[in-house]
């Protein structure tokens, strides 16, 4: 499939998940075959959030998402190595950067720029990532928890697009595609960020 499919499956199969009519997926049966190989239709840097399963949200089953996770979805240097992998050996035509309402990662974020918190362990490693994303929102009008969210997930597809060669190579080449979108813990509706 070229990306644009890859895209529209997706979007398919977020909205049987959305209508309660997703395909019935038979994890044991699929076992022997994703054994000897996988071919994931689509690469998704998603939250770690529990809350949020990207197969589930895609309606996909086992094998067709090579999903990479961190809390904040951000692009890490192993996660980025991760996607590498699914595009350059896996021959993935798409990587969807994958947000989510009420990102407690976000949160803290917020909480760092404007009030000075402090967290401890790696935690402050991680904020710092997001806090971009609050500082390029924080003077908008409109709510800073769902702007900072979206323009993370944009910082986030930018900083993919631009920071690895394999990556940009397959872009410019028009087999691949990387796009992002935030999904809605209450609805489980998955909306595409421009």
């Given at each position: 499939m070229n990306p644009d499919e890859v895209l529209e499956t997706l979007r398919a199969g977020n909205e049987r998940y959305l209508n309660g009519k997703t395909h019935k997926h038979d994890f044991h049966a699929d076992r022997a075959e994703l054994a000897q190989s996988q071919h994931p239709i689509a690469a998704v840097l998603s939250c770690s959030d529990s809350r949020v399963v990207p197969q589930f949200a895609f309606d996909q089953g086992s094998g067709k998402l090579f999903v990479v996770r961190v809390a904040g979805n951000i692009a890490t240097s192993y996660g980025i190595a991760s996607l590498e992998y699914a595009v350059e050996y896996l021959q993935t035509p798409l990587i969807y950067v994958l947000?989510?309402?009420?990102?407690?990662?976000?949160?803290?974020?917020?909480?760092?720029?404007?009030?000075?918190?402090?967290?401890?362990?790696?935690?402050?490693?991680?904020?710092?990532?997001?806090?971009?994303?609050?500082?390029i929102t924080e003077t908008k009008t409109e709510d800073l928890f769902v702007n900072a969210v979206r323009e993370n997930v944009r910082l986030t597809v930018t900083n993919l697009s631009k920071t690895?060669?394999?990556?940009?190579?397959?872009?410019?080449?028009?087999?691949?595609?990387?796009?992002?979108?935030?999904?809605?813990?209450?609805?489980?509706?998955?909306?595409?960020?421009?």
């Amino acid at each position: 499939m070229n990306p644009d499919e890859v895209l529209e499956t997706l979007r398919a199969g977020n909205e049987r998940y959305l209508n309660g009519k997703t395909h019935k997926h038979d994890f044991h049966a699929d076992r022997a075959e994703l054994a000897q190989s996988q071919h994931p239709i689509a690469a998704v840097l998603s939250c770690s959030d529990s809350r949020v399963v990207p197969q589930f949200a895609f309606d996909q089953g086992s094998g067709k998402l090579f999903v990479v996770r961190v809390a904040g979805n951000i692009a890490t240097s192993y996660g980025i190595a991760s996607l590498e992998y699914a595009v350059e050996y896996l021959q993935t035509p798409l990587i969807y950067v994958l947000g989510h309402t009420s990102c407690g990662a976000v949160d803290a974020a917020i909480k760092v720029v404007k009030d000075g918190a402090e967290f401890p362990g790696e935690l402050p490693g991680l904020v710092a990532s997001i806090a971009r994303a609050v500082h390029i929102t924080e003077t908008k009008t409109e709510d800073l928890f769902v702007n900072a969210v979206r323009e993370n997930v944009r910082l986030t597809v930018t900083n993919l697009s631009k920071t690895s060669e394999i990556i940009q190579s397959r872009i410019q080449s028009g087999k691949l595609l990387v796009v992002g979108g935030i999904y809605e813990l209450a609805s489980g509706k998955v909306s595409l960020v421009s």
